[in-house]
């Protein structure tokens, strides 16, 4: 009797051995590793980030991302890492920047080898599913499942649709529905094609009431293309909406991290392409119930950052190999800051836009290198005649300049920029006052110069001056390596 009571208390105290032991190294009672959670990305497509309610718009019509807002974690400082639609797309799926993932040039695909969110998420049980606009190539390195029949075209564009393309989310909802009786997790990719144009001809805003940035050129025409892009902004918001009902009708909302953000800036001047922050900053907000508190922060992220947190969520040690740094201990609250600075590059978009420039940004300062500051800057909007973002408005901009001094300043500034720019974005939030001359911030410009010369030979980014453009004819039947859409 004596042994067993002597054995009784061995196996207990090797028991409370055991648990005081588990407890020391976690600092609680160990817990079986919750279920990993399904990942939801909207991405909205030429964006500006003030372009809506919840980063102050008092204009735009967007209930459903104002809704969102309120249960997210709202990031006031999001950096895109290119002003321009592939590359800026193929820094958010590879977390490299574009001239370590290839694809710096717009239409272009990134390099061979690659490697992907797919090829990073995949291995961590998850299915890695893309509905809606692509633009990003070759497919070895993204070899999303898709979501059928989610690009269709505009009605009266059927045969040649162009840019005339929309997101239908009916196929969404439907594999939505058959997910949560799956063993699996899955990231979901939903990318819309608005607000980049071609705008919604009819508007339901005044084009009276639109409000019109400080940069731009207020005109009857600048105010009618204003409402459209408005309605396209709520159209999207529209998307927003749906894709939330889904989920949480469905069943899948409690265990969803859902992000929204945008490739860049719309089509307007000093937005998409150009590295001004109505160009490069992007809105970004993250819902995860019972993981992630909403509010606010003003740390510094990169979109590059977004594939090494996945990783992490989804129970993998983030890459070290990649530009981006996860956040989850941002998003877990025990830090409120993250990078010290981030980066972003834009070449062109062949032929039409041959400025190519560099940025870095800190908490505070912006320094932008332009490579070829001789080159008048043109694009899309000056000088194609054949879509919307630009054509509608454009000639009114330059007549008023004949007359106008503020409207012949916007055109100045538009046409050049000079070899360097430094803004103090906490006093000149719009970027119009270039310090990079005022002897008072030679230090710090000369400082920004270092930093940017080491991140480029790390980029192996040794461009001198313009994209040089092989123009030799794609042969016949040969798919771009970039689609704009999948059919299949």
């Given at each position: 009797m004596k042994h067993k009571i002597v054995l009784l208390f061995c196996l207990f105290t090797a028991g409370l051995f055991a648990t005081c032991s588990q407890k020391g190294q976690t600092g609680q009672q160990a817990k079986a590793p919750a279920k990993q959670p399904n990942i939801v990305i909207f991405i909205g497509d030429d964006l500006g980030v003030t372009d809506i309610g919840p980063y102050g718009n008092k204009v735009v019509r967007t209930p459903h991302l104002d809704g969102l807002a309120k249960e997210s974690l709202l990031f006031t400082r999001t950096y895109a890492g290119s002003p321009t639609c592939g590359p800026s797309r193929s820094s958010l799926l590879t977390g490299l920047y574009p001239f370590r993932h290839g694809a710096h040039g717009n239409h272009s695909g990134v390099k061979e080898n690659t490697k992907s969110l797919i090829h990073y998420l995949q291995p961590l049980g998850y299915r890695v599913v893309l509905a809606g606009k692509l633009h990003f190539g070759p497919e070895e390195v993204f070899p999303f499942e898709r979501i059928s029949k989610t690009n269709v075209a505009e009605?009266?564009?059927?045969?040649?649709p162009g840019l005339n393309w929309d997101l239908n989310l009916g196929p969404v909802d439907q594999w939505l529905s058959q997910q949560k009786e799956s063993d699996k997790p899955f990231v979901l990719i939903v990318a819309d094609h608005s607000p980049h144009v071609i705008w919604p001809e009819k508007s339901s805003y005044n084009p009276q009431q639109v409000d019109i940035p400080s940069f731009h050129i207020d005109t009857e025409d600048t105010?009618?293309?204003?409402?459209?892009?408005?309605e396209d902004i709520t159209k999207m918001d529209g998307n927003?909406?749906?894709v939330l009902s889904s989920l949480n009708q469905h069943g899948l909302s409690d265990n969803t991290l859902f992000i929204f953000t945008a490739d860049q800036g719309p089509q307007w001047p000093f937005a998409k392409w150009s590295l001004y922050d109505y160009g490069i900053?992007?809105?970004m907000?993250?819902?995860?119930p019972g993981q992630v508190k909403p509010g606010k922060t003003e740390a510094l992220v990169s979109q590059v950052d977004l594939l090494p947190t996945f990783v992490e969520i989804a129970g993998g040690q983030a890459?070290?190999?990649?530009?981006?740094k996860s956040f989850l201990s941002l998003l877990q609250g025990k830090k409120n800051t993250h990078h010290d600075a981030v980066f972003a590059s834009h070449t062109g978009d062949r032929l039409m836009n041959r400025s190519p420039s560099r940025m870095l940004r800190n908490s505070r300062y912006k320094y932008i290198l332009n490579i070829a500051p001789e080159e008048e800057y043109h694009t899309h909007m000056d000088k194609a005649k054949d879509h919307d973002g630009g054509r509608e408005y454009w000639d009114s901009w330059v007549t008023k300049a004949k007359t106008d001094a503020h409207a012949a300043a916007v055109l100045q500034r538009y046409h050049r920029h000079p070899k360097e720019e430094l803004y103090d974005l906490q006093a000149d939030p719009t970027e119009m006052k270039n310090l990079a001359a005022d002897p008072k911030f030679a230090q710090m410009l000369a400082g920004f110069r270092t930093q940017m010369a080491a991140w480029r030979k790390g980029q192996g980014d040794f461009e001198t001056g313009p994209e040089v453009i092989k123009d030799t004819p794609q042969p016949k039947g040969q798919k771009p390596v970039a689609p704009y859409v999948f059919l299949d």
């Amino acid at each position: 009797m004596k042994h067993k009571i002597v054995l009784l208390f061995c196996l207990f105290t090797a028991g409370l051995f055991a648990t005081c032991s588990q407890k020391g190294q976690t600092g609680q009672q160990a817990k079986a590793p919750a279920k990993q959670p399904n990942i939801v990305i909207f991405i909205g497509d030429d964006l500006g980030v003030t372009d809506i309610g919840p980063y102050g718009n008092k204009v735009v019509r967007t209930p459903h991302l104002d809704g969102l807002a309120k249960e997210s974690l709202l990031f006031t400082r999001t950096y895109a890492g290119s002003p321009t639609c592939g590359p800026s797309r193929s820094s958010l799926l590879t977390g490299l920047y574009p001239f370590r993932h290839g694809a710096h040039g717009n239409h272009s695909g990134v390099k061979e080898n690659t490697k992907s969110l797919i090829h990073y998420l995949q291995p961590l049980g998850y299915r890695v599913v893309l509905a809606g606009k692509l633009h990003f190539g070759p497919e070895e390195v993204f070899p999303f499942e898709r979501i059928s029949k989610t690009n269709v075209a505009e009605p009266g564009h059927e045969k040649n649709p162009g840019l005339n393309w929309d997101l239908n989310l009916g196929p969404v909802d439907q594999w939505l529905s058959q997910q949560k009786e799956s063993d699996k997790p899955f990231v979901l990719i939903v990318a819309d094609h608005s607000p980049h144009v071609i705008w919604p001809e009819k508007s339901s805003y005044n084009p009276q009431q639109v409000d019109i940035p400080s940069f731009h050129i207020d005109t009857e025409d600048t105010r009618k293309s204003r409402a459209r892009y408005y309605e396209d902004i709520t159209k999207m918001d529209g998307n927003v909406g749906k894709v939330l009902s889904s989920l949480n009708q469905h069943g899948l909302s409690d265990n969803t991290l859902f992000i929204f953000t945008a490739d860049q800036g719309p089509q307007w001047p000093f937005a998409k392409w150009s590295l001004y922050d109505y160009g490069i900053r992007t809105p970004m907000l993250i819902k995860w119930p019972g993981q992630v508190k909403p509010g606010k922060t003003e740390a510094l992220v990169s979109q590059v950052d977004l594939l090494p947190t996945f990783v992490e969520i989804a129970g993998g040690q983030a890459p070290a190999n990649v530009d981006g740094k996860s956040f989850l201990s941002l998003l877990q609250g025990k830090k409120n800051t993250h990078h010290d600075a981030v980066f972003a590059s834009h070449t062109g978009d062949r032929l039409m836009n041959r400025s190519p420039s560099r940025m870095l940004r800190n908490s505070r300062y912006k320094y932008i290198l332009n490579i070829a500051p001789e080159e008048e800057y043109h694009t899309h909007m000056d000088k194609a005649k054949d879509h919307d973002g630009g054509r509608e408005y454009w000639d009114s901009w330059v007549t008023k300049a004949k007359t106008d001094a503020h409207a012949a300043a916007v055109l100045q500034r538009y046409h050049r920029h000079p070899k360097e720019e430094l803004y103090d974005l906490q006093a000149d939030p719009t970027e119009m006052k270039n310090l990079a001359a005022d002897p008072k911030f030679a230090q710090m410009l000369a400082g920004f110069r270092t930093q940017m010369a080491a991140w480029r030979k790390g980029q192996g980014d040794f461009e001198t001056g313009p994209e040089v453009i092989k123009d030799t004819p794609q042969p016949k039947g040969q798919k771009p390596v970039a689609p704009y859409v999948f059919l299949d």
